[in-house]
């Protein structure tokens, strides 16, 4: 347990945007620390999850005023609930501060130490993110050997896990990114067989052409908009099409709609939306497996940092617009592992 | 075995349509009888299948100057092949002609009169409309109990068959349909719960809102454009849309695109395009339970006749239009079973 301090930093979610979110949105301040009720329990916040999924509830679920909340990991400082004692580590969602009431310890789950990896891998590749990753590929995609897997936002949070497990499967797996230096990381540190920089193609319908000359037999969508359109047309029959996210629009105000639905038909595809809230029953026996892959090196992870609650707004925008590679968490207080 | 005429009229395709088919896609001419090879089958066409995906070939598989070619019943006059003799009654792809040969009797099967059915629904109600009905709503849509299930084209030949298969599995079923005549076909006849004027509706997204009040499970999709937009809107979380046809489509040049696909995502929808190909192995189990369904009245089937081989391109293309109410067949010689 760490010293309290008497301010507890704190980013507030203030104003609903139109369009593309801006740090205008968030409010940081400085507030008194909060005052557990005799059941709750206080935590002090060590990482704090960035995610793209946040965009769509800042258009909904939150509610202007309160204070940003997504996963994270924390200490727990005082507890009312006999589940948890001071000093014990764990992961749910938390607010964006630097310490948290959790009323009565709900949605608390612990951080498995003895998986004998960081800590905050319990809110990246051994929580939500490589679940989604794994439901995504290995439960819809289902990629089979000699096939070819395209993944969108190959070097982000969840696209790179997926990529990694259809190689694992067997398959060639193409990525897109948005840098050279995210290209370079893809195939070099993550082992795809070939990533396109889409930022920098002339012609997505051309580049995927060249990287994936056999079609493509399963595409793991995170993006949306022109790619998946490009994706459509490159599709082989009977593939399937496991859609994750559509970042592309999450900032738009129109919709200028998707052309080429009709390959849907033509080739026989699948199109599956999911949300990884229809799998949490999944958890329990994937996370020892995964943690194993992890261990063994033969999926390999990457976690970018900012430093401070108060990074929060300028690191969600940032991810929004494709700064971030690989995970991107929020280093809010000492961990105490490291 | 009839007597043999020695004029064949035929059908052929004379001109890849562009836009809008029209009957100058076709020709009718006049030709003397064809000679069979010694290995091969002469057939008298009885009933031809006027069908939309055959929009479909004409943009691609149809060869200019070729006789036209969907499924049809005919009479065996005389084979080379020792499975058939003169008086069996087949069906398979046939050309659009009186007289034809079948080269070594390939792609033929027998049309089983112990089934006790007009001999026309071996193209219809127990062919591939009947098989695609089956195949779309109960292998991929999977309709529960109290859910709603919304079918396009609820008039024709798949639709009609795909609605009542719904109701049978206990879910409320509605529909779409082009005209009055159609809406109370499909209400009266057919004993959908309930059917919505596409063509006098004044808006979509109301006339689903007020057909489907609690949303829609199962979308049977015949058609994609305006209403496929609408439907996704009204769609609930987990809801199945099998895609068997996209019919307001085969006729444009251009491609506006499907907007709130972004709902395919919230809404955890799966997509799925379907063809009947990659369904073929069912058919044996599944047609007598389907002639059971007819037999009984469970399931209820109209057809629509045109006269005479040199009437197919004028039904085709009122078909495509939205003229035709159930299946549109062409009757082009005589059935010796009525």
């Given at each position: 347990?760490?010293?309290?301090?008497?301010?507890?930093?704190?980013?507030?979610?203030?104003?609903?945007?139109?369009?593309?979110?801006?740090?205008?949105?968030?409010?940081?301040?400085?507030?008194?620390?909060?005052?557990?009720?005799?059941?709750?329990?206080?935590?002090?916040?060590?990482?704090?999850?960035?995610?793209?999924?946040?965009?769509?509830?800042?258009?909904?679920?939150?509610?202007?005023?309160?204070?940003?909340?997504?996963?994270?990991?924390?200490?727990?400082?005082?507890?009312?609930?006999?589940?948890?004692?001071?000093?014990?580590?764990?992961?749910?969602?938390?607010?964006?501060?630097?310490?948290?009431?959790?009323?009565?310890?709900?949605?608390?789950?612990?951080?498995?130490?003895?998986?004998?990896?960081?800590?905050?891998?319990?809110?990246?590749?051994?929580?939500?993110?490589?679940?989604?990753?794994?439901?995504?590929?290995?439960?819809?995609?289902?990629?089979?050997?000699?096939?070819?897997?395209?993944?969108?936002?190959?070097?982000?949070?969840?696209?790179?896990?997926?990529?990694?497990?259809?190689?694992?499967?067997?398959?060639?797996?193409?990525?897109?990114?948005?840098?050279?230096?995210?290209?370079?990381?893809?195939?070099d540190e993550l082992g795809f067989d070939d990533c396109i920089d889409y930022r920098a193609a002339p012609?997505?319908?051309?580049?995927?052409?060249?990287?994936?000359?056999?079609?493509?037999?399963?595409?793991?969508?995170?993006?949306?908009?022109?790619?998946?359109?490009?994706?459509?047309?490159?599709?082989?029959?009977?593939?399937?099409?496991?859609?994750?996210?559509?970042?592309?629009?999450?900032?738009?105000?129109?919709?200028?709609?998707?052309?080429?639905?009709?390959?849907?038909?033509?080739?026989?595809?699948?199109?599956?939306?999911?949300?990884?809230?229809?799998?949490?029953?999944?958890?329990?026996?994937?996370?020892?497996?995964?943690?194993?892959?992890?261990?063994?090196?033969?999926?390999?992870?990457?976690?970018?940092?900012?430093?401070?609650?108060?990074?929060?707004?300028?690191?969600?925008?940032?991810?929004?617009?494709?700064?971030?590679?690989?995970?991107?968490?929020?280093?809010?207080?000492?961990?105490p592992t490291r």
């Amino acid at each position: 347990m760490r010293a309290v301090t008497t301010t507890n930093t704190r980013v507030l979610f203030v104003k609903r945007p139109v369009g593309w979110v801006d740090e205008s949105s968030f409010a940081v301040v400085h507030e008194p620390m909060p005052e557990p009720g005799p059941a709750d329990v206080l935590v002090r916040t060590i990482y704090l999850s960035v995610d793209p999924y946040l965009r769509g509830r800042m258009a909904g679920a939150f509610r202007e005023g309160e204070v940003m909340v997504s996963r994270g990991v924390a200490e727990v400082v005082s507890s009312g609930h006999e589940r948890w004692k001071p000093g014990d580590l764990v992961w749910g969602f938390l607010g964006w501060e630097q310490y948290g009431v959790v009323r009565r310890g709900e949605g608390l789950y612990p951080v498995d130490a003895g998986l004998g990896l960081p800590i905050s891998y319990s809110v990246d590749v051994l929580g939500m993110p490589g679940l989604t990753a794994w439901v995504g590929m290995d439960v819809l995609g289902r990629p089979a050997p000699a096939e070819t897997v395209f993944v969108s936002s190959a070097a982000g949070a969840v696209g790179s896990i997926a990529g990694q497990l259809a190689r694992l499967a067997g398959a060639r797996v193409v990525g897109s990114a948005g840098s050279p230096a995210k290209v370079r990381h893809v195939v070099d540190e993550l082992g795809f067989d070939d990533c396109i920089d889409y930022r920098a193609a002339p012609s997505l319908d051309a580049a995927l052409e060249a990287a994936c000359p056999a079609g493509i037999d399963v595409y793991f969508e995170n993006v949306g908009g022109p790619m998946l359109e490009a994706v459509l047309g490159r599709m082989n029959p009977l593939g399937r099409i496991p859609v994750c996210g559509l970042i592309s629009g999450y900032n738009a105000t129109d919709d200028p709609g998707v052309r080429g639905f009709a390959h849907i038909l033509g080739k026989r595809l699948t199109v599956t939306g999911f949300s990884i809230y229809d799998h949490m029953w999944r958890f329990e026996a994937w996370q020892p497996k995964m943690a194993e892959l992890v261990r063994s090196g033969a999926v390999r992870y990457h976690e970018q940092f900012s430093d401070g609650v108060e990074s929060g707004p300028s690191a969600f925008v940032g991810m929004l617009k494709g700064d971030s590679m690989g995970k991107h968490l929020l280093r809010v207080g000492d961990d105490p592992t490291r």
